[in-house]
């Protein structure tokens, strides 16, 4: 079954390269990759001020943590981004990134969950 979001957490759209506008509009419902390609995260910020979040990219299956980091923002712009580029290919399994604030309560504001899989099963 699918995890809903904690209350209160924004939506993460993932894509392999930048979007345009509403990411909701676009074509941003990807959940599954490769691994081996680089990974965006956009994530609202309107409501937020500071021009920074942290990023924190966790593999669930055999847990681990893949990234932690900050990322620039441009405050009370509409979506911020998070690149993930890897350094080599991502093992298959799910996945979660969390974004939180850059201060010092670091409070929850956006997550999401994708897959990496292979080739074969990207395509289902």
Known sequence: PARERPP??????????????????ASAAATKFDGRSDLVATFPTAEYDLDRVFVKWTRLDDPEMVDFGPAPVTP?????????????????????????????????LAEGRYRVVDEEAKAD
């Open 8 to 25: 209160g957490l924004a939506r993460i759209y993932f894509s392999e390269e930048s979007l345009a506008g509403d990411p909701a509009e």
């Open 76 to 108: 009370g712009a509409d979506y911020g981004e998070a690149w993930l580029r890897p350094d080599s290919a991502l093992r298959p399994g799910r996945y979660r990134v969390g974004v939180f604030s850059a201060d010092e309560a670091m409070r929850p």
